[in-house]
T-cell receptor
Framework: GENVEQHPSTLSVQEGDSAVIKCTYSDSASNYFPWYKQELGKRPQLIIDIRSNVGEKKDQRIAVTLNKTAKHFSLHITETQPEDSAVYFCAAMEYGNKLVFGAGTILRVKS | DTEVTQTPKHLVMGMTNKKSLKCEQHMGHRAMYWYKQKAKKPPELMFVYSYEKLSINESVPSRFSPECPNSSLLNLHLHALQPEDSALYLC???????????????FGEGSWLTVV
């Protein structure tokens, strides 16, 4: 089955700086890669996603890149703000609509 | 409207109790899911329903029993749970089931379960 690795496990940045979280996946047939943000005590919230026919997608301060050959994808957050502090999960969708998550990254934005 | 509604939000139950978690969506989604999330861990898939039929059971113990009465509702029946089953239970849905459909999965707010 699919295996998703996520790095780093924790990331501290200064407000206004950029943050990058990286994930690798194992199943070359996976074709959908969402990113979720989860604040303490709340549900995972989809923030951006990318499909395998696209190499990059951007939504305001958030962007995701996908390298199918290397089987890795990354989340980029620019001009970070304190409200960006949360746990971020990458995921890959494998056969049967199964979403497999990475272990998560705790992002702390210091003001 | 991308709303998946779960009830109850909090549940405390004894190990001999029988209780149910309920989930509802009115987005016309035909795939529905149960995930379990422990503290500081990612969500783990438990069950997938496609077109109201159970399509994936991730080797979940039989003390968890899912049910999909219709295309909008998903239940998780709980019986004889253990304290280690205490977790956040997340319901989710997506538009069209498929082998590699790549459809966005929307999560409900979750039900916090404590087994005492």
């Amino acid at each position: 089955g699919e295996n998703v690795e996520q790095h780093p496990s924790t990331l501290s940045v200064q407000e206004g700086d950029s943050a990058v979280i990286k994930c690798t996946y194992s199943d070359s047939a996976s074709n959908y890669f969402p990113w979720y943000k989860q604040e303490l005590g709340k549900r995972p919230q989809l923030i951006i996603d990318i499909r395998s026919n696209v190499g990059e997608k951007k939504d305001q301060r958030i962007a995701v890149t996908l390298n199918k050959t290397a089987k890795h994808f990354s989340l980029h957050i620019t001009e970070t703000q304190p409200e960006d502090s949360a746990v971020y999960f990458c995921a890959a969708m494998e056969y049967g609509n199964k979403l497999v998550f990475g272990a998560g990254t705790i992002l702390r934005v210091k003001s | 409207d991308t709303e998946v509604t779960q009830t109850p939000k909090h549940l405390v139950m004894g190990m001999t109790n029988k209780k149910s978690l309920k989930c509802e969506q009115h987005m016309g989604h035909r795939a529905m899911y149960w995930y379990k999330q422990k503290a500081k861990k990612p969500p783990e898939l438990m069950f997938v329903y496609s077109y109201e039929k159970l399509s994936i059971n991730e080797s979940v113990p039989s003390r968890f029993s899912p049910e999909c009465p219709n295309s909008s509702l998903l239940n998780l029946h709980l019986h004889a749970l253990q304290p280690e089953d205490s977790a956040l239970y997340l319901c989710a849905s997506s538009r069209v089931p498929g082998l590699y459909s790549g459809n966005t999965i929307y999560f409900g707010e979750g039900s916090w379960l404590t087994v005492v």
